[in-house]
């Protein structure tokens, strides 16, 4: 069969020494490796066992609301969740990047255990220990969330099957014929056993949490519960109408804009979607275009490419646009929505870099128009990265509706016009060597102060201490000056840190 293991591979797995043989899966050099990796996360939490023992026993006691349970399963998987992000996002992470990263999972991680936990007699604890207040947004967020990275590794060797045959050349399969067929059947057999994660694994949990409720009837009676009973389905149709006509528009854009260059890869396609890449441009290569096309094409020539950086930008601005008023019309219901994208998000990332039938391709060649430099990873993590940072202080429910704001106002407009202002009339750096401009920084801090106020007079949220919110905005501003970070997910939860602390 052409998933079957090429003969040229075992031969060289059996010349190349002993690093070289192992299963089919891992070499022997991989499995000393995570042997390796395993051996320093046990000496690691057993010293954090340690700290918690000799420290309450000279009455200086740490983490003293955490259980010896707690400290060992929390120290494990955030060890566990380096060495992943590490290994399958390889140059994806600044080492800060790497740090919140994985104290977000492991933080989602250890809700989802104390929720369980929750519903298990012997392990019940005295109280529910999260972070936020367990209602069912939060029983839903985890259930989207952690269940969408859930479904990825439990479906991983499918995905890798998949990954593995896009990037085999035809002419080493036995059968070359049939590379489509197994592809399509790879991709359907991932699109059925992720239904079945969500609708029965994931599903179940979630019921489970709710005391027997159904998840989806639930669903349906929050969409209709909102302030007036149209309130949620208008912002959903809002959403989708913003989300299509922005997709929708950029596709044709990008896809005439080929036309007329030659097509150069930001950042090189990944070998798992370069034969269908070769399949994607053949098929449109061979449409002939009409008389109102070549109109088109001849008006598509004429108007300037927006540079990289103008088109990550409009997606900022679209985020302003998109969230503003679902946050200040029903925080809760925004709440729940921006979790169903970041799942939505993880599985179009499933779709891109595994190559899976059918949009793999087109999933690849639209987001790759919109990388940079900060995008040098196997994954491509910006649009994670900016929806989790307009979410993040929205997710972490904090006592101040403004600051639920300032993720959508740092990044949609902070940081926007500070790339604008600096490119265009920025003249005294930060540094020497510094990309940063002192307009640009004083750009971001005036435009956050202002949009908060005008929020704040028109009634979209709840006044607040001016002058606390200025100093909150003017420590985030020398952030994203000085710091080498991607702002998209650093600048909002520091924000809201900082704000949170000075009652803002």
Same mark, same amino acid.
């Given at each position: 069969?052409?998933?079957e293991?090429?003969p040229?591979?075992?031969?060289?797995?059996?010349?190349g020494?002993?690093?070289?043989?192992g299963?089919?899966?891992?070499r022997?050099?991989?499995?000393?490796?995570?042997l390796s990796v395993?051996?320093?996360?046990c000496?690691?939490?057993?010293?954090c066992?340690?700290?918690?023992i000799?420290t309450?026993y000279?009455?200086r006691g740490?983490?003293?609301?955490m259980?010896?349970s707690?400290?060992i399963?929390?120290?494990?998987f955030?060890q566990?969740s380096l060495?992943?992000?590490?290994r399958l996002?390889?140059?994806g992470?600044?080492l800060g990047?790497?740090g919140?990263?994985c104290?977000?999972?492991?933080?989602?991680?250890?809700?989802t255990?104390?929720?369980?936990?929750m519903k298990?007699?012997i392990?019940?604890?005295?109280? %529910?220990k999260?972070?936020?207040?367990?209602t069912?947004?939060l029983?839903f967020?985890?259930?989207?969330?952690?269940?969408?990275?859930?479904?990825?590794?439990?479906?991983s060797?499918?995905?890798?099957?998949?990954?593995?045959?896009?990037q085999?050349?035809?002419?080493?399969l036995r059968?070359?014929?049939?590379?489509?067929?197994?592809?399509?059947?790879?991709?359907?057999g991932?699109?059925?056993?992720?239904?079945?994660?969500?609708?029965g694994?994931v599903?179940?949990?979630a019921?489970?949490c709710l005391?027997?409720?159904d998840?989806?009837?639930w669903?349906?009676?929050?969409?209709?519960?909102?302030?007036? /009973?149209?309130?949620?389905?208008a912002?959903i149709?809002?959403?989708?109408a913003l989300?299509?006509i922005?997709?929708?528009?950029?596709?044709r854009?990008?896809s005439?804009a080929?036309?007329?260059r030659?097509?150069v890869?930001?950042?090189?396609?990944?070998?798992?979607?370069?034969?269908a890449?070769?399949?994607h441009?053949?098929?449109?290569?061979s449409?002939?275009?009409?008389t109102? /096309?070549?109109m088109?094409?001849?008006?598509?020539?004429?108007?300037?490419?927006?540079s990289?950086?103008?088109?990550?930008?409009?997606f900022?601005?679209l985020?302003v646009i998109?969230f503003?008023?679902? %946050?200040? %019309?029903?925080p809760?219901?925004?709440?729940?929505?921006?979790?169903?994208?970041?799942?939505?998000?993880?599985?179009?990332?499933y779709?891109?870099y595994?190559?899976?039938?059918?949009?793999g391709?087109?999933?690849?060649?639209?987001?790759?128009?919109?990388?940079d430099?900060k995008?040098s990873g196997?994954?491509?993590?910006?649009?994670?990265?900016?929806l989790?940072?307009c979410?993040?202080p929205?997710?972490?429910?904090g006592?101040?509706?403004?600051?639920?704001h300032?993720?959508?106002?740092?990044?949609?407009?902070g940081?926007?016009l500070?790339?604008?202002?600096?490119r265009?009339?920025?003249?005294?750096?930060?540094?020497?060597?510094s990309?940063?401009?002192?307009?640009?920084?004083?750009a971001f801090?005036?435009?956050?102060?202002?949009?908060a106020?005008?929020?704040a007079v028109?009634?979209a949220?709840?006044?607040?201490?001016?002058?606390?919110?200025?100093?909150?905005?003017?420590?985030?501003t020398?952030?994203e000056?000085?710091?080498?970070?991607?702002?998209?997910l650093?600048?909002?939860?520091?924000?809201?840190a900082?704000?949170?602390?000075l009652?803002?």
């Amino acid at each position: 069969m052409a998933l079957e293991r090429d003969p040229s591979d075992s031969s060289r797995g059996s010349t190349g020494g002993g690093a070289g043989v192992g299963t089919f899966w891992l070499r022997r050099g991989e499995w000393k490796r995570n042997l390796s990796v395993v051996g320093f996360a046990c000496i690691v939490t057993a010293c954090c066992i340690g700290v918690k023992i000799v420290t309450a026993y000279i009455g200086r006691g740490i983490w003293s609301d955490m259980s010896a349970s707690d400290i060992i399963i929390a120290t494990l998987f955030y060890q566990f969740s380096l060495y992943v992000c590490v290994r399958l996002a390889k140059r994806g992470f600044t080492l800060g990047e790497l740090g919140v990263v994985c104290h977000a999972a492991t933080a989602l991680f250890m809700e989802t255990i104390n929720m369980t936990r929750m519903k298990i007699g012997i392990l019940r604890t005295p109280y %529910i220990k999260t972070y936020r207040l367990p209602t069912p947004l939060l029983t839903f967020q985890l259930a989207l969330m952690p269940g969408s990275l859930l479904t990825g590794f439990l479906l991983s060797p499918l995905l890798y099957l998949s990954r593995h045959l896009a990037q085999k050349p035809a002419y080493r399969l036995r059968f070359p014929h049939e590379k489509p067929m197994h592809r399509r059947l790879l991709a359907l057999g991932f699109y059925a056993g992720a239904l079945l994660v969500c609708g029965g694994v994931v599903g179940l949990w979630a019921r489970w949490c709710l005391g027997s409720r159904d998840p989806w009837l639930w669903v349906v009676l929050f969409l209709l519960d909102g302030k007036y /009973t149209y309130t949620r389905p208008a912002l959903i149709a809002y959403w989708s109408a913003l989300a299509a006509i922005s997709v929708a528009g950029w596709q044709r854009q990008l896809s005439r804009a080929r036309r007329h260059r030659t097509y150069v890869v930001a950042a090189s396609p990944t070998p798992a979607v370069s034969s269908a890449l070769s399949d994607h441009f053949k098929l449109h290569a061979s449409n002939q275009p009409s008389t109102v /096309t070549q109109m088109m094409d001849a008006a598509d020539h004429a108007m300037p490419v927006l540079s990289v950086n103008a088109r990550r930008k409009f997606f900022h601005a679209l985020a302003v646009i998109m969230f503003i008023p679902g %946050i200040a %019309i029903d925080p809760a219901f925004t709440h729940l929505s921006l979790s169903v994208a970041f799942a939505a998000f993880t599985f179009a990332e499933y779709v891109r870099y595994f190559a899976l039938w059918p949009l793999g391709a087109s999933v690849h060649l639209f987001l790759n128009e919109f990388l940079d430099h900060k995008d040098s990873g196997t994954a491509i993590l910006s649009h994670f990265y900016l929806l989790a940072g307009c979410a993040a202080p929205l997710w972490l429910e904090g006592p101040s509706e403004i600051l639920a704001h300032f993720g959508v106002l740092a990044l949609g407009i902070g940081d926007a016009l500070a790339s604008i202002v600096g490119r265009r009339f920025g003249h005294v750096r930060w540094a020497s060597g510094s990309g940063k401009t002192i307009e640009g920084s004083a750009a971001f801090f005036l435009s956050v102060l202002f949009s908060a106020t005008a929020l704040a007079v028109t009634g979209a949220t709840e006044r607040f201490s001016v002058s606390k919110f200025a100093a909150t905005t003017a420590v985030s501003t020398v952030l994203e000056a000085v710091s080498m970070q991607n702002d998209n997910l650093i600048l909002p939860m520091y924000g809201w840190a900082i704000g949170t602390l000075l009652g803002v």
